[in-house]
């Protein structure tokens, strides 16, 4: 089947089954799905793991103890080229919030818990492959479809489980809302957190305070030059995103701590940045007070670099978007996604393959109901692409 041919069959068949997504997407963010909320997180998983056995797909339950269980669902076909299409099933939202805002449309926008951020991408995925086995195409070598319990939190027990599957990947969409411009995702920041912890000497701060070292007031100078930091190298960001010390008034502070956020578009942009903390960190702000730093870089987000590989997907996008009727650009962003650690085990990745949306984690989350049907197809096309390239 020729392009033009595949175009015409996924919208017509998409276009068909509109009604449908919207109804299965009342479903799924009615369904109560907090990181947190196990039994709601499995909920989703169940449903998900059912409609693609019905597609032909053998699932694999990585079982979890206190989150929901993470879900991988193979399917091979007659091709060569491993497709891997990733998402998550939480929610930041708290048991409760699906029936005190169950799904709505008010105009052109669907709104409720969950529909951006991103049981809508969750459905993308699963039609766009019905979209396909529509169109009778099955040139894939095999399609990974994962969906994640643990996206939303930073202590994550999915992360191997993505890592491995990326491992047996040759290409990757991840399934997250396009931004709210329609820009799909070729860039993300690396991101890092890590401790400055002071250690002073206390004293009372009134009968003699001479004899007392503040680990708050040499905390507060460190941070003072760590902020200089900022712009070190390109896209370089510190953030001092929270500090803590002492005890009470009348004590001078024997302890102080400060946590952040490291941010750069390059992974080999942080071991230089780290270098420069700890450098600060050993010069004698106050005499008598210790600075160390603690920062585990096996748990930080790595960059989604822009890659030659990136750039093609997004040359390939931009070409398939223009013949469904619009126009779509790649967008960098300092935001974390799963993608970035797909790109990490070297496999090219395109993120924000879902509807467009915005608004996230916010009683007004929305997706564009409008915008259904061409993200969709824009999936179902690209993912037909690299198999036939």
Not at 19 to 39: M, N, W
Not at 160 to 168: E, G, H, M, N, V
Not at 271 to 290: C, F, N
Request: contains cysteine; proline residues 5%.
């Amino acid at each position: 089947m020729n392009t033009t041919a595949l175009t015409s069959t996924l919208e017509s068949f998409l276009q068909g089954r509109r009604d449908q997504f919207l109804a299965d997407l009342r479903t799924l963010t009615a369904i109560e799905s907090g990181t947190h909320h196990k039994p709601g997180v499995d909920a989703v998983q169940d449903w998900l793991q059912q409609r693609l056995a019905r597609l032909g797909f053998a699932a694999y339950r990585e079982a979890q103890p206190v989150y929901g269980d993470n879900l991988l669902a193979t399917r091979a076909g007659a091709g060569r080229t491993r497709v891997m299409l990733l998402g998550h099933a939480d929610t930041v939202f708290p048991v409760g919030t699906a029936a005190a805002r169950p799904m709505s449309i008010d105009g052109n926008r669907v709104l409720g818990p969950g529909t951006c951020d991103m049981k809508a991408g969750l459905l993308t995925g699963l039609y766009a492959l019905e979209a396909l086995d529509a169109a009778g195409f099955n040139q894939f070598g095999v399609v990974n479809f994962i969906c994640v319990c643990d996206e939303e939190i930073h202590d994550r027990c999915s992360l191997p489980l993505i890592r491995r599957t990326a491992r047996q990947s040759d290409v990757a969409f991840t399934l997250e809302a396009a931004r709210a411009n329609g820009d799909i995702v070729t860039a993300r920041k690396t991101a890092v957190w890590c401790t400055v912890v002071v250690q002073g000497k206390a004293a009372h701060a009134g009968v003699e305070p001479e004899k007392g070292r503040s680990a708050i007031l040499a905390l507060i100078r460190h941070l003072v030059e760590l902020d200089q930091l900022n712009g070190l190298r390109p896209g370089v960001t510190v953030n001092i995103g929270r500090i803590e010390g002492g005890t009470q008034p009348n004590v001078v502070a024997e302890h102080a701590r400060a946590e952040l956020d490291l941010r750069a578009w390059r992974n080999d942009d942080i071991p230089v940045l780290l270098d420069a903390i700890r450098t600060q960190l050993q010069q004698p702000v106050l005499p008598g007070v210790a600075a160390t730093l603690t920062v585990t870089l096996d748990t930080a987000m790595p960059a989604m670099e822009r890659t030659p590989a990136v750039e093609k997907l997004e040359a390939l996008a931009q070409v398939i978007a223009g013949e469904l009727g619009f126009a779509v650009k790649g967008a960098s962003t300092g935001g974390a996604s799963d993608a970035s650690f797909v790109a990490a085990e070297g496999v090219p990745v395109l993120d924000g393959l879902g509807p467009i949306g915005g608004l996230d984690h916010s009683p007004d989350e929305y997706i564009e109901l409008d915008s259904i049907v061409p993200r969709t197809a824009l999936l179902a096309r690209l993912m037909a692409a690299v198999c036939e390239a």
